[in-house]
């Protein structure tokens, strides 16, 4: 399994301020996606005010990811595997 990143940082990706209607027909849209992609696990989304954001996952490659992303209706400018790094 790889570690996938997620990452939404230009202005017709960042992550807006969500009302709680939109915060769960949001969750609600990833949880249909995983469901459908049960081998990503999902491991969360991390955002700043500005809305730059980025999402973490377990997959077994960076396509994986992107159906989950893309069926969920996420705007997103890179999905890309990482590893740590070794110092």
Known sequence: MAKVLVLHYTEKARIPKLTPEQAAGFKQA????????????????????????????????????????????????IITEVEPLKL
């Not at 995983?34 to 955002?47: C, M, Q, R, T, Y």
């Open 30 to 77: 990833v949880e249909k996606a995983l469901a459908d992609n049960p081998s990503v696990k999902f491991e969360g989304i991390f955002v700043n005010p500005d809305g730059i954001g980025y999402g973490i996952c377990e997959a077994p490659s960076a396509s994986d990811v992107k159906k989950v992303v893309e069926q969920s209706g996420a705007a997103y400018d």
